[in-house]
Nanobody, 124 residues
Framework: VQQLVQSGGGSVQTGESLKLSCVAS????????LAWFRQVPGKGREGVAA????????DYADSVKGRFTISQDKDMNTIWLQMTNLKPEDTAMYYC?????????????????WGQGTQVTVSS
């Protein structure tokens, strides 16, 4: 069974940066996508960024384009989310995930492995 263990996150001020990490217990190439989602209380999980596990093609939510970057190291079974110019509306619990359905990388359906979540809080 694939396990995803997250690290990073925390509390920052507007305009600052954070980097989230997610280490997989097994090779990630068996999943279609590797992705980051976020969730605030009372709302569903929102896709933030996704990358093809066997390639470099990536997708981003419009709200984070130009500010967030997803990357991976296949040898280390690790994915990262570099977040820059953070805004208060980026405050959420962030989850890494592996799986996904073809053409729907930013939708949570089809992701069968999830990290434990890490809180990101951005204050103004």
């Amino acid at each position: 069974v694939q396990q995803l263990v997250q690290s990073g996150g925390g509390s920052v001020q507007t305009g600052e940066s954070l980097k989230l990490s997610c280490v997989a217990s097994r090779p990630t190439h068996t999943s279609r996508y590797l992705a980051w989602f976020r969730q605030v209380p009372g709302k569903g999980r929102e896709g933030v960024a996704a990358i093809l596990s066997r390639g470099v093609s990536s997708d981003y939510a419009d709200s984070v384009k130009g500010r967030f970057t997803i990357s991976q190291d296949k040898d280390m079974n690790t994915i990262w989310l570099q977040m820059t110019n953070l805004k208060p509306e980026d405050t959420a619990m962030y989850y890494c995930a592996a799986g996904g359905l073809s053409g729907r990388s930013l939708f949570p359906e089809g992701y069968n492995y999830w990290g434990q979540g890490t809180q990101v809080t951005v204050s103004s």
